[in-house]
C-alpha cells in the first residue's frame, strides 16, 4: 500500500514553510538589539545613560526569567499547537514594539504619560531589594516606558523562537532537520548583522538624528513578521488536514507531562550546556565592540572620505548578502565545480569585508564579521549533522574554540595594542573562529532536543531551555560589568573624581577577567559536553547518529 504523500514530502513546500518561520525569526532578530548600536545616541537625545540604557536592555529578559513566562509560553504552545502560538507570538512582538516606539518617540515627550512614568514604577517590592528590578528611581521616563515594550518583546520573541523550532521538527522531522534549523539560524544572524549596519543608518538618515526612526524601522519588520506568520498558518492548517495528525488532538499534553522532560538526564545535560555556552556569547556580544576599543588602537579615517562615509556601509552589507547566499548555495548543489566556485566567492567575499573593516577603523565593523562568519557555515554544519551526525562531538569541539578564542581576547590581543596591522589581524581571526564556534554548537544542539523528548512535549522542552538560557542571558550581562568595575578600580575612581572623561573611560577598561570568566563558562560547557557523549553512548540516546532517515 503506497502512504499518501502531504505538502510536507514535497521539498519546495517543506522550504517554503521554512522560509516563513526564518524570515519571522530575521525580523525579530533585527528588533531585538535594534538600540544596542545606537547607545550613544541614545545618550545624547534621550538623556539614557548607561544604567538607565543597560535596566532597559536586561528588561527583555524579565518576564520570561522571573515571572515564568516562558514555561508558560512552552505550555501553551505544546496545548494549541505550533500556528496559534505563532500568531499569538507575532502579535505580543509586534505590541511590545509599538511602545517601545512610543517612548523614544518625540510624541511621548512632554505627554501626560511622560509625567506619570516619570512619578511612578521607581520600585519593585521584592524585586528592587534582590537587585533584579527593571525600574529604578531616577530613571528616564522614556527609557522605563521602553523596558515595558521591550519586556513584552521579550515574551514574544522567545515564545516565536520555541514555536519556530517546533514548527521545524514539525515539517522535516526524520528529513533534513538541522540543515532547516541551521539555516534558520543563519537568517537569525544576518539579522543580527543587518541590524548592527542599519539601526544608526535610519537614526542619522538625512544629516539629522531621530532615534524613533530606527525603532519605527523594527516595527515594520515585526508587521512583516506577523503577516509571515499569517501566511505560514494556513500551510499548517492544510498539513493537519492532510496528515489528520493534530499531534496536539491525538495525544492532548498534559502538565505532567513536563515531568517526563525533567526526568530526563540527556535533556539536562543539554539545558546545562546550553545555559554555559550562550552565557559565554550573546553577554559577550553586548560588550564586544568595548572590548576591541580597549585592546585595539584606531586611527579613524578623515571626516568626509570615502571610508567614513554612508556608501561604503551599503557595499560592506551587499558583500553580506553576497557571502551569505552563496554559502547558502553551497549546501544544494553536488556539482564539484559549481561547489568551488561558489566557496570561491564567499571566502574573496568574506576577505573583502574584512578589508573594508579595517580600513573603516571601527571596532564596530571589525566585530560585524562576528554573525556573517556563523551565516555562512551554520546551514553547511547542520548539512553535517543531517548526514553524519557527531551533534555530541561537535558540541565539545564548540566548546573547546570558544575557551580558546576567549583566553586569546584576554592574553594575548593586549600584547598586540600598539601594532596598527597585528591587532587587527588577531582580532579578525579569533572573531571569526568564534563565529564557528557560534556555528558548531547551535547547530548542533538544538536538532538534538527531538531525540532527547516526547514530540508532544517538544514544544515545553523548547521553553524550559530557553527560561534556563534566559537565566545566564540575564546574569552574565550584569556579572561581566560588575567583574569589570572590580578589576579595573583605578578607571572606575579616575571617573568618579572627574579625571578622566566618560569617553576616555570607556576606552580603558582592562577585559582580562571578564573574559577569563566566559572562558571557564567554556570550560563547564566542555565539561558537560564530554559527559553528554559519554551518556549518548551507554544510554543510545542517539545524538551522534545522522538525523536524515536513509
Ligand atoms: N538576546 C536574546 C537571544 C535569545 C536567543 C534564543 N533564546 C536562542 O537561543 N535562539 C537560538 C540562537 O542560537 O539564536
Same mark, same amino acid.
Given at each position: @500500500?503506497?502512504? +499518501?504523500?502531504?505538502?510536507?514530502?514535497?521539498?519546495?513546500?517543506?522550504?517554503?514553510?521554512?522560509?516563513?518561520?526564518?524570515?519571522?525569526?530575521?525580523?525579530?532578530?533585527?528588533?531585538?538589539? *535594534?538600540?544596542?548600536?545606537?547607545?550613544?545616541?541614545?545618550?545624547?537625545?534621550?538623556?539614557?545613560?548607561?544604567?538607565?540604557?543597560?535596566?532597559? #536592555?536586561? $528588561?527583555?529578559?524579565?518576564?520570561?526569567?522571573?515571572?515564568?513566562?516562558? %514555561?508558560?509560553?512552552?505550555?501553551?504552545?505544546?496545548?494549541?499547537?505550533?500556528?496559534?502560538?505563532?500568531? !499569538?507570538?507575532?502579535?505580543?512582538?509586534?505590541?511590545?514594539?509599538?511602545?517601545?516606539?512610543?517612548?523614544?518617540?518625540?510624541?511621548?515627550?512632554?505627554?501626560?504619560?511622560? &509625567?506619570?512614568?516619570?512619578?511612578?514604577?521607581?520600585?519593585?517590592?521584592?524585586?528592587?531589594?534582590?537587585?533584579?528590578?527593571?525600574?529604578? #528611581?531616577?530613571?528616564?521616563?522614556?527609557?522605563?516606558? &521602553?523596558?515595558?515594550?521591550?519586556?513584552?518583546?521579550?515574551?514574544?520573541?522567545?515564545?516565536?523562537? %520555541?514555536?519556530? $523550532?517546533?514548527?521545524?521538527?514539525?515539517?522535516?522531522?526524520?528529513?533534513?532537520?538541522?540543515?532547516?534549523?541551521?539555516?534558520?539560524?543563519?537568517?537569525?544572524?544576518?539579522?543580527?548583522?543587518?541590524?548592527?549596519?542599519?539601526?544608526?543608518?535610519?537614526?542619522? =538618515?538625512?544629516?539629522?538624528?531621530?532615534?524613533?526612526?530606527?525603532?519605527?524601522?523594527?516595527?515594520?519588520?515585526?508587521?512583516?513578521?506577523?503577516?509571515?506568520?499569517?501566511?505560514?498558518?494556513? @500551510?499548517?492548517?492544510?498539513?493537519?488536514?492532510?496528515?489528520?495528525?493534530?499531534?496536539?488532538?491525538?495525544?492532548?499534553?498534559?502538565?505532567?507531562?513536563?515531568? +517526563? %522532560?525533567?526526568?530526563?538526564?540527556?535533556?539536562? !545535560?543539554?539545558?546545562?550546556?546550553?545555559?554555559?555556552?550562550?552565557?559565554?556569547?550573546?553577554?559577550?556580544?553586548?560588550?564586544?565592540?568595548?572590548?576591541?576599543?580597549?585592546?585595539?588602537?584606531?586611527?579613524?579615517?578623515?571626516?568626509?572620505?570615502?571610508?567614513?562615509?554612508?556608501?561604503? /556601509?551599503?557595499?560592506?552589507?551587499?558583500?553580506?548578502?553576497?557571502?551569505?547566499?552563496?554559502?547558502?548555495?553551497?549546501?544544494?548543489? $553536488? +556539482?564539484?565545480?559549481?561547489?568551488?566556485?561558489?566557496?570561491?566567492?564567499?571566502?574573496?567575499?568574506?576577505?573583502?569585508?574584512?578589508?573594508?573593516?579595517?580600513?573603516?577603523?571601527?571596532?564596530? /565593523?571589525?566585530?560585524?564579521?562576528?554573525?556573517?562568519?556563523?551565516?555562512?557555515?551554520?546551514?553547511? =554544519?547542520?548539512?553535517?549533522?543531517?548526514?553524519?551526525?557527531?551533534?555530541?562531538?561537535?558540541? @565539545?569541539?564548540?566548546?573547546?574554540?570558544?575557551?580558546?578564542?576567549?583566553?586569546?581576547?584576554?592574553?594575548?590581543?593586549?600584547?598586540?595594542?600598539?601594532?596598527?596591522?597585528?591587532?587587527?589581524?588577531?582580532?579578525?581571526?579569533?572573531?571569526? *573562529?568564534?563565529?564557528? $564556534?557560534?556555528?558548531?554548537?547551535?547547530?548542533?544542539?538544538?536538532?538534538?532536543?527531538?531525540?532527547?523528548?516526547?514530540?508532544?512535549?517538544?514544544?515545553?522542552?523548547?521553553? !524550559?531551555?530557553?527560561?534556563?538560557?534566559?537565566?545566564?542571558?540575564?546574569?552574565?550581562? =550584569?556579572?561581566?560589568?560588575?567583574?569589570?568595575?572590580?578589576?579595573?578600580?583605578?578607571?572606575?575612581?579616575? =571617573?568618579?573624581?572627574?579625571?578622566?572623561?566618560?569617553?576616555?573611560? &570607556?576606552?580603558?577598561?582592562?577585559?582580562?577577567?571578564?573574559?577569563?570568566?566566559?572562558?571557564?563558562?567554556?570550560? &563547564?560547557?566542555?565539561? %558537560?559536553?564530554?559527559?553528554?557523549?559519554?551518556?549518548? +553512548?551507554?544510554?543510545?540516546?542517539?545524538?551522534?547518529?545522522?538525523?536524515?532517515?536513509?
Amino acid at each position: @500500500m503506497t502512504e +499518501k504523500l502531504t505538502l510536507r514530502d514535497n521539498a519546495a513546500v517543506r522550504w517554503a514553510a521554512l522560509l516563513l518561520l526564518a524570515l519571522a525569526m530575521f525580523c525579530s532578530y533585527i528588533f531585538m538589539d *535594534i538600540l544596542s548600536p545606537i547607545k550613544d545616541l541614545m545618550q545624547s537625545e534621550r538623556g539614557w545613560d548607561s544604567l538607565a540604557f543597560g535596566t532597559m #536592555q536586561g $528588561s527583555e529578559t524579565f518576564l520570561n526569567v522571573f515571572v515564568f513566562f516562558l %514555561i508558560f509560553a512552552g505550555i501553551i504552545l505544546d496545548k494549541m499547537g505550533v500556528r496559534f502560538t505563532a500568531l !499569538l507570538s507575532g502579535g505580543v512582538m509586534l505590541i511590545g514594539a509599538v511602545i517601545k516606539w512610543y517612548a523614544v518617540a518625540e510624541g511621548f515627550k512632554g505627554s501626560g504619560l511622560e &509625567a506619570w512614568f516619570t512619578n511612578n514604577l521607581n520600585y519593585i517590592p521584592g524585586f528592587d531589594e534582590l537587585g533584579i528590578s527593571p525600574f529604578y #528611581q531616577g530613571m528616564p521616563a522614556s527609557a522605563k516606558l &521602553a523596558a515595558v515594550g521591550f519586556m513584552i518583546f521579550g515574551c514574544g520573541v522567545e515564545m516565536a523562537g %520555541i514555536t519556530v $523550532s517546533r514548527g521545524i521538527v514539525k515539517w522535516f522531522k526524520g528529513r533534513e532537520i538541522a540543515l532547516a534549523m541551521g539555516s534558520e539560524m543563519a537568517l537569525a544572524r544576518l539579522g543580527v548583522a543587518t541590524c548592527m549596519i542599519f539601526s544608526p543608518f535610519f537614526a542619522k =538618515l538625512g544629516g539629522q538624528v531621530d532615534v524613533s526612526r530606527s525603532v519605527a524601522f523594527g516595527v515594520v519588520l515585526l508587521m512583516i513578521a506577523l503577516i509571515m506568520f499569517i501566511v505560514y498558518f494556513f @500551510m499548517d492548517k492544510k498539513l493537519d488536514a492532510q496528515t489528520g495528525e493534530a499531534e496536539e488532538k491525538d495525544e492532548p499534553f498534559k502538565i505532567k507531562d513536563i515531568g +517526563k %522532560i525533567l526526568s530526563s538526564g540527556g535533556f539536562w !545535560l543539554v539545558a546545562l550546556l546550553c545555559v554555559l555556552y550562550y552565557s559565554a556569547i550573546f553577554p559577550f556580544q553586548k560588550y564586544a565592540v568595548n572590548m576591541l576599543q580597549c585592546n585595539l588602537s584606531f586611527t579613524p579615517p578623515a571626516e568626509g572620505s570615502f571610508w567614513a562615509g554612508n556608501t561604503v /556601509t551599503i557595499i560592506q552589507y551587499c558583500i553580506m548578502l553576497v557571502v551569505a547566499a552563496t554559502a547558502f548555495a553551497f549546501n544544494f548543489t $553536488s +556539482k564539484k565545480s559549481l561547489k568551488t566556485l561558489l566557496l570561491t566567492i564567499s571566502v574573496i567575499g568574506l576577505v573583502v569585508f574584512c578589508y573594508m573593516g579595517y580600513m573603516r577603523q571601527s571596532a564596530e /565593523t571589525i566585530f560585524a564579521v562576528f554573525p556573517l562568519l556563523a551565516v555562512g557555515i551554520t546551514p553547511i =554544519l547542520g548539512k553535517v549533522v543531517d548526514n553524519k551526525g557527531k551533534a555530541a562531538s561537535m558540541l @565539545m569541539f564548540g566548546s573547546i574554540l570558544l575557551i580558546v578564542c576567549h583566553l586569546t581576547f584576554a592574553f594575548i590581543l593586549p600584547l598586540f595594542k600598539d601594532s596598527a596591522i597585528g591587532g587587527v589581524l588577531i582580532a579578525y581571526v579569533t572573531i571569526l *573562529i568564534l563565529g564557528a $564556534s557560534f556555528s558548531l554548537v547551535p547547530a548542533s544542539l538544538w536538532p538534538s532536543v527531538p531525540k532527547l523528548v516526547d514530540q508532544k512535549v517538544i514544544g515545553s522542552a523548547y521553553a !524550559l531551555i530557553f527560561w534556563i538560557q534566559n537565566i545566564g542571558l540575564w546574569l552574565f550581562p =550584569l556579572l561581566i560589568g560588575k567583574v569589570l568595575d572590580n578589576t579595573n578600580p583605578q578607571v572606575v575612581n579616575d =571617573l568618579k573624581n572627574h579625571v578622566i572623561t566618560p569617553e576616555q573611560a &570607556a576606552v580603558s577598561y582592562n577585559y582580562t577577567w571578564p573574559l577569563v570568566m566566559l572562558a571557564c563558562l567554556g570550560v &563547564a560547557a566542555l565539561i %558537560i559536553g564530554i559527559i553528554l557523549k559519554r551518556v549518548d +553512548k551507554v544510554k543510545g540516546l542517539g545524538l551522534e547518529l545522522p538525523n536524515v532517515q536513509q
